[in-house]
């Protein structure tokens, strides 16, 4: 059996293939809980080790069957390599900046000096079992008892850590008061995530912050811990709550964009975005000094397609309500699609958006039309306050 294409689907892996007859084969790996950030294939072409937020994992390409899994960063990571030989896995995570490599024989982070032993004395006309004993890769090693108690143990290190940070950021992110006219008779929609609609119910409410402020984008705002590496903002927000609190504020979503047989831009109604953060600094009499801006959410963003050289010109167009795609799992429940995928706010089209652009804007790295307007953008951890008003004129 031939690979010819791999392809990241929502939390799952599809991967497909080409047998002789030239037939397509797919094996699903649907394991993950998070979005799958990348592959890479074993040296042997056997098996296939894939990171999402929070875990390694190496699968068995014939069957699907996952062979391994372990906890690696304590931030997302974004990309993956085998060594040629077998025995590391190496990770890289833009979050945390750094760079790790693994010792997949004992799933770890300490690496041993490795001596390549001699080759295997193979046969003369060695039988195929003889032979595929003789290449075997480490990766092919099954775990024993000691390995898998290091494993557990490492991975509830990890997720300990990992809930320590997360619960002290939010409870730092409850003290963060919206920058609005009397917050207090915001109307709160759900209650956990902190999103709210005006008292009057013509507007949507809610906090983020600044992730991402230089390099290409696809997403103005994504769900945290999901798009962050492409969206200048990060939400604590569940995607179905936002689409919930649009139309309790009268908004009309319309359809997802449609790629074939014809390219059709997703449709809705219109929603304005105005962004609000505030700065400190201290005045001529050496006094503390806070200052709240506004912006649209425009300004923010590059439109590199309508910039000159030496002229950098905002994102003209706007975002309408186009409302995520669902579909069904393999039990038959729906399924919100954003809820996987984290889009919220789309600058590259997708079906998953909640709000997209309805003009085509391709995701292929090339081809994409938008930057951030880093000279506009507040610094990285600012506090957001988001502010979604339809607009039906």
């Keep these: 059996m031939k690979p010819v294409l791999c392809t990241l689907c929502f939390v799952s892996f599809l991967f497909v293939s080409l047998n002789a007859e030239e037939k397509i084969t797919y094996v699903e790996l649907p394991e993950h809980t998070g979005g799958i ?4 294939f074993s040296p042997d072409g056997k098996k296939i080790v894939t990171i ?21 960063h304590t931030m997302g990571m974004h990309t993956a390599a085998v060594s040629s030989d077998g025995l590391r896995v190496a990770t890289a995570s833009k979050e945390d900046s750094t760079v790790r490599i693994w010792d997949v024989t004992a799933f770890s982070l300490e690496i041993k000096p490795h001596t390549p032993a001699s080759p295997p004395s193979v046969p003369a006309n060695p039988t195929p079992s003889e032979k595929e004993e003789a290449t075997k890769s480490r990766l092919d090693l099954p775990p024993d ?18 809930r320590a940070q997360e619960l002290a950021l939010i409870e730092e992110e409850r003290k963060i008061i919206p920058l609005v006219d009397d ?3 915001l109307i709160p929609l759900d209650p956990v995530d902190r999103i709210w609609i005006t008292a009057d119910r013509k507007k949507v409410v809610l906090l983020g912050r600044v992730v991402f402020r230089e390099g290409f984008l696809e997403l103005l705002a994504c769900r945290v811990r999901s798009k962050e590496h492409e969206s200048i903002l990060s939400i604590r927000v569940k995607p179905h709550v936002v689409h919930a609190a649009l139309l309790a504020v009268n908004a009309r979503p319309g359809h997802p964009v449609q790629f074939s047989p014809a390219f059709v831009p997703a449709s809705g109604d219109r929603i304005d975005i105005t ?12 006094a503390g000094e806070v200052k709240t801006h506004e912006s649209p959410a425009q300004d923010w963003i590059w439109d590199m397609s309508n910039s000159r050289e030496g002229e950098k010109r905002a994102m ?7 409302g995520s795609r669902t579909y069904r799992d393999a039990a038959g429940n729906s399924r ?9 706010f789309g600058l590259s089209n997708f079906v998953g958006s909640i709000l997209d652009v309805p003009i085509q804007s391709s995701a292929d790295n090339t081809q994409l ?5 880093t000279e506009r953008i507040p610094p990285i951890d600012t506090p957001v306050t988001i502010i979604l008003t339809p607009n039906t004129h």
């Design 183 to 185: 917050p207090d008779k």
């Design 52 to 72: 999402d937020d929070e875990n390694i994992r190496i699968w068995n390409v014939e069957s699907g069957k996952l062979l391994h899994a372990w906890p690696t």
């Design 369 to 373: 039309l938008f930057g951030c307007f």
């Design 275 to 286: 962004l609000r953060w505030q700065t400190s600094h201290r005045s001529s009499s050496g």
């Design 336 to 344: 919100y699609l954003a809820d996987e995928t984290g889009e919220l």
């Design 145 to 162: 008892a000691n390995e898998e108690a290091e494993l557990t143990a490492l991975r509830e290190q990890i997720l300990a850590q990992e």
């Design 37 to 40: 950030r990348a592959m890479a």
């Design 316 to 322: 003209q167009t706007h975002w309408v309500f186009s």
